[in-house]
């Protein structure tokens, strides 16, 4: 029996299972992966928002990784939520070790725009871990923390991907989902430009995109695929999954992970 290809998820959990590290395995599996994970936070969390969270230690984070990495080993990594500055340099030195490609969502605030990484790791962010990304795949509002850029049409996005590849990532992925019209974003080196457009849905049930969006493009590297064919793929799943998304709870539901199989 062929081994599939290897992920891994650096993030936290979310409790309702819509993001995190449940979005990213469920990500995987649905994508032909073998997903593995190295959690990092624990959340209380459901679909009307954060009600706490937890960071693991460094010493927790780093003993998984490294059980992980030594053993299995990984073809691409993806990380998520990092929480804290000490989190964040850590993850970074370990990654900086690993011969894989890495997909970095840099996450800072949920969906119901509750903070998920404190105001002082946004320096660790630019300077250790996004010079470690292959790709990084900011939304607006992550792009406004890390630049200063506030993104209002797409001239802006061009703007934000060039602020953000200054921090050292090989490619930007800037994700203008909060933009009107349809849902545009914009992959680039700093030479080629790849657009990659969708129909905006009439589906508030979108929590866990960012996190199925990374997730889908680094089991596209895993694969083989070039990063923009796993990007181009990536986008094509989770706009799949945005229409099946569904309601759970009181407040907004998450993306369908598993719509292909329904």
């Not at 998920?116 to 990304?133: C, F, I, N, W």
């Not at 019209?181 to 049930?205: C, F, K, M, S, Y």
């Not at 493009?217 to 990063?227: D, N, P, R, Y």
Request: aromatic share 4%; with cysteine.
């Amino acid at each position: 029996m062929q081994t599939p290809p290897r992920v891994l998820t650096v993030a936290g959990s979310d409790s309702g299972g819509g993001a995190g590290i449940q979005a990213d395995l469920k990500t995987m599996l649905a994508l032909g992966v073998h997903g593995m994970s190295v959690l990092t936070a624990v959340t209380a969390q459901n679909s009307r928002g954060v009600q706490g969270a937890w960071e693991l230690p460094v010493e927790a984070v780093t003993a998984q990784y490294r059980s992980v990495v030594d053993d299995i080993g990984v073809q691409a990594v993806k990380t998520g939520m990092l929480a804290s500055a000490p989190l964040v340099s850590a993850v970074a030195g370990l990654l900086a070790g690993t011969d894989a490609p890495v997909v970095v969502d840099p996450v800072g605030v949920s969906k119901h725009g509750d903070p998920l990484l404190a105001a002082s790791a946004l320096d660790s962010v630019r300077t250790e871990l996004l010079p470690v990304a292959t790709v990084a795949t900011p939304n607006l509002d992550e792009v406004a923390q890390l630049t200063g850029i506030e993104v209002r049409d797409e001239s802006g996005m061009r703007r934000a991907a060039d602020a953000v590849l200054g921090f050292g990532p090989r490619w930007a992925l800037i994700k203008g989902g909060h933009l009107d019209g349809d849902a545009v974003d914009l992959l680039t080196d700093g030479g080629a430009e790849h657009w990659l457009r969708a129909p905006r849905l009439d589906n508030r049930h979108t929590h866990g995109t960012g996190c199925t969006l990374a997730s889908a493009v680094a089991c596209g590297l895993a694969k083989g695929l070039s990063v923009p064919d796993a990007v181009r793929e990536a986008k094509e799943y989770v706009t799949g999954a945005i229409a099946a998304g569904f309601g759970l709870g009181s407040g907004i539901g998450p993306v369908d992970h598993g719509w292909r199989g329904r």
